[in-house]
């Protein structure tokens, strides 16, 4: 996989005609009217909640993969996906996010400052509403999968730590929708872990985000178990680097949240230059988690991106489907 550094910008001048166009960190999205939207995932890579990079391809690893997941997982919870009309697009049901992020957690791992690990290295014993006993090791398993909701931008302080039940108490989501929010986020993670453990993976945590359409029917929007919001590690080594006190290797962006940690960088200014092996190694894991989790070969869309996108989309949005 090529690797381009330092290029955010990468997708960003796709421009159709179609109104309320949204910039976010890894998406450009557009209003297609009739409650649905169209979303173009881009070759950006976030990390500390910052666009540090982007690398060719990961748009489509990301974009697939999730649609995979979707169509894996809708027996568990109904999710926003409708069609996919080219590897880098998404059409989707219109739906209004909950503000909050629902993390699950497996393992006790992270190098941000919200993390599970980071948090009990300060010494922290009781977090996110869970009391964990003492002598804990990095990167081990927990007894039982935890929930562990953050806030939303939109919310206020983005990724501001929550118990479950501050979810409820300050009015972010109501009791009963947040129950079957949290049943969701759990039988969605166990469904995950036994879908990457047959691929010789381990899910050691996710992100999942959650919406109402125009019914107000509980959806999974975003995406869903992919090398951005799910750390995946191999399963054949990961026991032998435990007792060794070695992380996990990685086929996500976890590889390059420690490339910036380990430069000192935690999110403040520009971020470090990272050697290029850095991104190469990062491109080339994604696909391998693509086709581990899928038991399909990545192919990658072969016309120039901008082009092949417009052509696809217009041809989607102007082929009568009645």
């Known amino acids: 996989m090529n690797v381009v550094t330092n290029r955010p910008d990468v997708l960003t001048d796709i421009e159709l005609d179609l109104p309320g166009r949204r910039v976010g960190k890894v998406r450009v999205s557009y209003d297609l009217g009739e409650d649905r939207r169209l ?32 169509a894996n997982t809708g027996h568990i919870v109904a999710n926003h996906a409708l069609a996919q009309p080219d590897p880098n697009v998404l059409v989707a049901v219109a739906a209004t996010p909950l503000p909050v992020e629902v993390i699950v957690r497996g393992h006790i791992t992270g190098v941000t400052s919200t993390s599970l690990w980071r948090q009990y290295e300060a010494g922290q014993r009781v977090i996110y509403g869970y009391t964990l006993p003492d002598g804990i090791r990095k990167n081990s398993q927990l007894p039982t999968p935890i929930v562990t909701p953050t806030t ?28 079957q929010v949290q049943a969701a986020a759990l039988a969605l993670f166990d469904h995950g ?36 919001s799910s ?39 520009e ?42 989309v217009t041809e989607f949005l102007t082929t009568d489907r009645s």
């Open 231 to 269: 750390r995946f590690w191999e399963a054949s080594s990961y026991e032998d680097r435990l007792r060794n006190d070695e992380e996990p290797e990685s086929l996500d962006k976890e590889l390059v949240r420690r490339a910036l940690a380990d430069a000192g960088y935690r999110g403040d200014g």
């Open 152 to 179: 939303k931008a939109e919310a206020g302080d983005h990724d501001a730590p929550l118990t479950c039940a501050e979810v409820t108490e300050r009015g972010l989501v109501a009791p009963q929708l947040w129950e």
């Open 193 to 228: 872990r036994r879908t990457a453990t047959a691929a010789g993976l381990i899910l050691a945590d996710t992100k999942y985000e959650f919406g109402l359409d125009a019914y107000g029917q509980l959806l999974l929007i975003d995406e869903v178990h992919t090398p951005d």
């Open 39 to 70: 979303f173009i995932t881009t070759d950006r890579l976030s990390a500390f909640d910052r666009v540090v990079a982007a690398v060719p391809g990961k748009g489509q690893v990301l974009n697939q993969l999730a649609w995979w997941w979707f």
């Open 271 to 312: 971020p470090p230059v990272l050697q290029p092996e850095v991104w190469q190694a990062t491109g080339e894991r994604y696909v391998q988690a693509y086709e581990r989790l899928t038991g399909t070969g990545f192919v990658r869309g072969a016309a120039p991106i901008t082009e092949r996108v417009v052509a696809n």
